[in-house]
């Protein structure tokens, strides 16, 4: 036999391998531009059974994000719910950054009621699952055969959370399109009404409003309002979050200066507020009395008011601590 057809002979199986390796790969090309050419018209891809296993099985020089879900009420699959508009959005942000499929990522949906076979095959007892499917063939295979599982046992994920966690499980040279969020014009619009409404009601209820706005006396009863609600203790409840009561019901002051009930605060400030009434009409409404005799049954009346709520204020003061010296009249 000739030597080259000795030669020939022993090129054959290499130049063989090599048609096939070509094929193969053309094959995976071919492959990836038929499922992007789908994402294309519609992202992420809707999957079924038989679109799932061809996407998946077999030799892949591409990856595939996937989304394994159960969207239908009668699932009751809330976070299936919260998440989906979120991977609606990755999907459309990626395609739109990378149209031409340089990064080889594919993003599909895979319903429970579409996929119930593979559904059984990965034996899933809960969703969403969101399985990321790396290239097994190519410059940038991966040895693990496996797919990566992205975890919600958090919540929700926002989407740059899973936008992190898909860039960070691609090749480094792979592309990564940013977040591009839909212009919110359902907001614009809101805002924009809510702002000409109120600017309207402004406008006809000034005459009236700015009259109120400008009382004193109205301003003076709110700040005396406010002054005797946090002098009784007010916040001092809702920092410690005290009871109510004490005991059985039917301890209203609580030992010590330290501690408090709630009804103690308002029997307190309802006290302080009878005392600063009985001032304020002592010192500008009885003055102004045309009738001498009503006028001093005024004073002795509002006098005693005083008296009587400032001799109670002080027993409460011996209620909170025993020793305290201090005394009046009838309490």
């Known amino acids: 036999m000739h030597l080259p057809t000795l030669l020939s002979i022993a090129i054959i199986p290499f130049v063989s391998s090599g048609v096939l390796a070509a ?11 038929h499922f992007h050419s789908q994402a294309l018209s519609k992202t992420p891809l809707r999957l079924d059974d038989a679109s799932y296993e061809d996407l998946t099985s077999g030799a892949r020089n591409f990856s595939a994000a996937i989304l394994l879900t159960a969207l239908e009420p009668r699932f ?17 942000s990626w395609l739109r950054g990378d149209k031409r499929g340089e990064s080889a990522l594919v993003f599909g949906t895979l319903d429970f009621v579409d996929g119930k076979n593979a559904f059984q095959r990965l034996n899933l007892q809960t969703a969403p699952v969101l399985l990321l499917f790396q290239p097994s063939i190519g410059p940038y295979a991966v040895l ?22 898909v860039s960070r499980h691609l090749p480094a040279a792979a592309p990564k399109p940013p977040i591009v969020r839909p212009f919110n014009y359902v907001r614009l619009i809101t805002i ?3 702002g000409l409404g109120l600017l309207t009601f402004l406008s006809v209820a000034a005459p009236y409003l700015l009259p109120l706005i400008q009382n004193r006396n109205l301003w003076a009863a709110v700040s005396l309002i406010l002054i005797l609600l946090f002098t009784s203790g007010h916040m001092f409840n809702h920092i410690r979050k005290v009871p109510y009561v004490g005991g059985d019901g039917r301890d209203f002051f609580a030992g010590g200066f330290s501690n408090q009930f709630g009804l103690e605060t308002q029997i307190i400030a309802a006290i302080y507020g ?9 010192a500008l409404k009885v003055p102004r009395m045309a009738d001498p005799r009503r ?13 009587g709520t400032y001799s109670f204020l002080l027993s409460t003061f011996r209620i909170k601590n025993g020793g305290y010296p201090f005394w009046l009249p009838p309490f």
């Open 192 to 194: 924009t009404t809510i």
């Open 76 to 92: 009751q699959c809330q976070l299936c719910r919260e998440f989906q508009p979120e991977w609606d959005l990755l999907a459309k």
């Open 295 to 307: 006028q001093q049954v005024a004073v002795w009346l509002w006098s005693a008011v005083m008296l």
């Open 23 to 33: 094929k193969a790969s053309s094959d995976d090309n071919s492959r990836f531009q």
């Open 274 to 282: 009878l005392l600063s009434f009985a001032t304020i009409t002592l």
């Open 144 to 165: 693990e055969n496996q797919p990566l599982r992205f975890d919600f046992s958090t919540g929700p994920p926002s989407v740059d959370k899973t936008h992190a966690w």
